[in-house]
């Protein structure tokens, strides 16, 4: 065993990867990640040692978002930034500590060895083969502290996202400390920790409703949209990921150029917000979701934005990394990084514009359109609409499928289900799992659409409060009486934020999939299972069935 990595949904024989990722991530890379979390834990323990005694760096917890944002599933790929990462991580750490120190008088002989610990640059990898997941032997035990992090993850990429707005939520930002830190304690029973999953699904709930407002109020709300599949005469930059604020940028600066601005995967959200709306050469939304990019990068022909994850590592040939660019927690050895705006400044994008002038327009490989921008507000403004299509019978049932897509061919079970779904179904979806359904030809209903596309992953706040609303609407006591059922794909850790926000506010009898995740050990699963009635997707026919029993 060279390594050990188990937080996406693709991990070898749903137990781990041992000798490389299946995503693709080698040893050393996995090793560097270790370490940086553990370098992100030591913080996170003084920090909570700060506020107690009334010290509080909200910048600190802004820094270990961004750190564990570069963990997340195919975000970044590049060494090098790691290791300036965990440099930077060190030198905060020691800081804090020194801080921590001279307000007690003492020094930190208590604390464990993620504070105290000392490794030179050319150690990272020696070091960081010793500090990751299995270094906790209680199997239950490991399994919780894993999810808590892997939850924080998530966290952290929404709150990155808000924080680049400029909107952040202490409460927040104190609890990524806190959660972190309590990965560290070995006093914390398995109770405790579950405890611990719980409020971490309690502070996503906090962050997407934070990255809702930011995006809300920066960019206006969601609004129906058409969105054009085909494609334009002019060289193309593509932008993929899910940083708003980067794209804001990037059409300005682009607006005169003759270079025109496509989305793909998680990005197609975009064009659903009135302020981008302005824009003539925002064409449409070119491909599909994230796995897809290996073909559709390269049939695109111009130049490429990777905003965040997910990252599809190039092939041998390297048919597109002269055209590849990244930026923010996102990276990839070889391709042009485009660096953190000054503060109040922009990011500059005219490499990227300069690169794109150089290509010939992208290929056309579909056309025709698709519809979205069904967010909350949106969507409760048609509410006495839907709620009378509701009691006349016209809307039997709703269907969250939300969360990521993937490449596992079991996956094409979200493909059938939104097929076999009865012609009276709803179908409420955010994230790139939209992909699997959302160019089928599925129809309305008086009107609505079938699909509600509410956006991106984040977006799956927006339907927690469509449902909390509709049950007020009804005048229910539980939103578990709604006619509403889930099927939820997941692939990485922005997923599990969004499944233990779920589960916080309420939200019972979730079938997720494809399959149950690998890191939650057989009595922990077994703990979700019987508290909250968590379910795997099985096939179609039985799935859509037991929605209507």
Known sequence: MSMFCYQCQETA???????????????????????????????????????????????????????????????????????????????????????????????????????????????????????????????????????????????????????????????????????????LNDELTAEQLVGHVLKTGEHAVKVMALLDKANTETYGNPEPTTVNL????????????????????????????????????????????????????????????????????????????????CIVPLRKENTYLDRFFTTGMAGYPGAKHIGMRAEGGKKDFAELIATAKKCPPPKEIETGTIVGGFAHHTVLSLADKVVDAVKSGAIKRFVVMAGCDGRMPSRKVFTEIAQKLPMDTIILTAGCAKYRYNKLPLGDIGGIPRVLDAGQCNDSYSLAIIALKLKEAFGLDDVNKLPLSFAIGWYEQKAVAVLLALLYLGFRNIKIGPTVPGFLSPNVAKIIIDTFGLQVTSDADNDVAAMFL
């Open 13 to 183: 024989l749903n137990k781990g990867c041992t000798m490389r990722g299946v995503c693709g991530k080698q040893d050393t890379l996995c090793h560097l990640m270790d370490l940086l979390i553990y370098t992100l834990k030591g913080i996170a323990h003084v920090s909570v040692k700060l506020n107690e005694q009334g010290v509080y760096h909200p910048e600190d917890s802004i820094f270990v978002m961004g750190g564990l944002f570069r963990t997340i599933t195919n975000a970044n790929w590049d060494e090098q930034m790691l290791f300036s990462t965990i440099t930077k991580a060190l030198e905060l750490r020691d800081a804090r500590k020194n801080e921590l120190c001279e307000i007690l008088g003492t020094e930190c002989k208590a604390c464990p060895e993620a504070v105290t610990f000392q490794v030179k640059p050319e150690e990272y990898y020696e070091f960081g083969q010793n500090v990751g997941v299995l270094r906790t032997e209680n199997e239950d035990i490991r399994s919780l502290r894993e999810t808590v992090i892997y939850g924080l993850k998530g966290i952290s990429a929404y709150g990155e996202h808000a924080y680049m707005l400029g909107y952040q939520d202490d409460a927040v930002n104190k609890y990524l400390m806190e959660g972190l830190a309590a990965t």
């Open 230 to 309: 085909g494609v334009g005469k002019n060289p193309g930059i593509i932008v993929s990921g899910h940083d708003l604020k980067d794209f804001e940028e990037l059409l300005e600066q682009s607006k005169d150029s003759g270079v025109d601005i496509y989305t793909h995967s998680e990005m197609l959200p975009a064009h659903y917000y009135p302020a981008f709306k302005k824009y003539k050469h925002f064409i449409g939304n070119y491909g599909s979701s994230w796995w897809h990019q290996l073909e559709d990068f390269e049939n695109f022909n111009g130049a490429i934005l990777m905003t965040t994850n």
